[in-house]
């Protein structure tokens, strides 16, 4: 009797293709994407890898030791080093960045942050004092990881840049302090310098010196501050009279609730299409059918009603942000372009919904079906794991679902917004997703309509 249960059981699982989906082939989804991306993280890429953080760099020095800098930084795998723009028909020889263009690139998310190398730097390097220009970052705070990482990696690069350079100022000064190197040791200074300059191989000192030199510099400890940085925000950059700090909490903020906000609203949106398919069950969607009505009118009544209460979900998550949590909502330009990226998202989302109910045969189907697509694209998107800590490649891939375009154009509105920019100006950037949104719609209208056809011939 047990045995014949089982096979019962097995049987009913086999035959739901949406259970036996979310049994068996979701969390291998999930596993796959997640590991994805934490996997990413902890890979090297040589510059280019994946989780490699691009930085513009600008060297106002353009001496020998800044160059040596530069070229120390585009060695770290953790760095995708970018010193100009990117060759184009008109430009195939672009200029280098300015300082201008790389706060610029950051303040609009081009670029996580920018390494500003200012003149004088090669003659202060080395010195070891107070009066030398610091270096500057510019970083955006959207992005935590970007800061800490990149200022730890300049200080790597910064002895690794020009070691000889390091040894022959640490010694004038240490015989500024205490008194000048006999002939002797000037000699063997002398001699070991093309090996730190890299004119000659280390290969030719000889055994017992490296051996020395090796167990010397296991023993050392290593030295952080060798660089002076100052870290500036891109937005206090550009926003000298706004509250920095209040705008570099609300970055984080601004996402998640751009985030959470379009998944709920496309669970949201499938749960109230399914209507469609309680109105099938219970012959109410026969006698629609049988009036003046027509599945047009109906189902485009359907849409502009989920599309309303999708404007009314998605207003209530970010009138709870500002209240709560302080997000910049309540002025011109952010109200402005809140209500065109809303409009588009919650009419978008709208028609996904009734596209999905259009496919599904079964409230419950419905669910299984829309549940899986949704967390997926949540996955990818970012709606779950912001994506500024996914590999290079996921980045493309967010371009293929809803949730990465919606968030692109919320935090065109909120974040990467141009304080100089008029009001019509600071709705250019939303342009992109918003029309990818309405093409999105259209294609979901189209296709809902063409299924629903089915209902028709009932």
Known sequence: MIGTLL???WLNLKRDRVALGLTFVLPIVF???????????????????????????VDEDATDVSAKFVDALAEQDALDVRRAPRPTDEQ?????????????????????AAIVIPAGFGDQFGTFGSGADPVTLIHDPSNPLARHTVAGLIQASAMMA?????????????????????????????????FLRGDRPWEELNADTDADTDADTDAAPAFTGLVT??????????????AGAKKQS???????????????????????????????????????????????????????????????QLTLMFVYGAVVFGLDLFTARHLVGFAVMTTATAASAAAFGIAMATICRSRAQLGGISTVVILVMSALGGSMVPRFIMPAFMHTTSRFTFNGWALDGYLAVFWYDDPQASLAGSLVPVLGPVAVLIGLTVAFLLAARALA??????
């Open 229 to 242: 940085v100052d870290v500036v925000s891109a937005r206090e950059a550009t926003d000298p009279d706004e």
């Open 250 to 312: 609300n970055s984080i903020i601004s996402y998640y609730a751009a985030g959470i906000g379009v998944m709920f609203l496309l669970f949201s949106m499938a749960g109230a299409a399914g209507s469609l398919l309680d109105e099938e069950e219970h012959g109410t969607l026969e006698r629609l059918l049988g009036t003046s009505i027509g599945m047009s009118r109906l189902l485009a009544g359907k849409w502009l009603f989920f599309s309303l209460v999708g404007v009314a």
């Open 92 to 112: 195939p020889d672009p200029p280098p960045f300015t300082r201008d263009q790389a706060r610029r690139a950051v303040r609009t998310g081009k670029a996580p």
């Open 162 to 194: 020009a070691p000889d350079v390091l040894m022959e100022r640490g010694l004038g000064m240490l015989e500024e302090a205490g008194g000048a190197l006999t002939d002797d040791q000037r000699e063997a200074v002398d001699e070991f310098l093309p």
């Open 7 to 9: 096979r019962t059981e």
């Open 453 to 458: 056809r089915r209902w028709e011939r009932v």
């Open 31 to 57: 596993f796959t994407i997640f590991a994805a991306i934490f996997g990413g993280m902890a890979s090297g890429g040589g510059g280019s890898g994946p989780s490699a953080i691009r930085v513009i760099v």
